[in-house]
C-alpha cells in the first residue's frame, strides 16, 4: 500500500526524465553520422511516464473542479491545485512531444542507413 503513496512523487517526469533526440538531427543527412548519434544518445519511445503525468493531470484538474466548483465557505486552495494541474499537463505535454521526436528521428536513421545500404548494394 505504501507504494501507491509514492506514485505522485514519480510523476511529473515527461518533462524531465524523458530523453529527446539530439537538436537539429532533422539537418544530418550522413547515415553513419545518424547512427552514432543515435547509438550515443538514444532517446526515449516508452510513454509510460507520459501516462502517469496525464492521469495526475486528470486527477488535480477533477479535484480543481470541485473546488471552483464547491461551497465558497469551504476553504480550498485553488491557487496551488491549478499550479499542479498545470505543471502535470505541461509535462505531460512535453512527455510526449520528445517521445513523438524520437520516433520520427529513428524513423529518419533507419530510412539513411536504408538508402545508404540500398546504395552501397551493388550486385
Known amino acids: 500500500l505504501w507504494i501507491l503513496l509514492l506514485i505522485p512523487s514519480l510523476t511529473g517526469c515527461g518533462a524531465l526524465l524523458v530523453n529527446g533526440p539530439p537538436v537539429g538531427w ?70 510526449n512531444q520528445k517521445i513523438n521526436d524520437c520516433k520520427a528521428f529513428n524513423a529518419h536513421v533507419y530510412q539513411q542507413l536504408r538508402n545508404s545500404a540500398e546504395g552501397n548494394d551493388t550486385r
Open 26 to 95: 532533422e539537418n544530418v543527412e550522413d547515415a553513419s553520422e545518424l547512427e552514432a548519434v543515435a547509438l550515443m544518445a538514444p532517446c526515449s519511445s516508452g510513454k509510460a511516464l507520459v501516462y502517469a503525468d496525464a492521469l495526475m493531470a486528470a486527477m488535480y484538474g477533477v479535484v480543481l473542479a470541485s473546488e471552483l466548483g464547491g461551497d465558497p465557505s469551504y476553504f480550498s486552495e485553488p491557487i496551488s491545485t491549478s499550479l499542479l494541474f498545470g505543471s502535470f499537463v505541461f509535462s505531460a505535454w512535453s512527455g
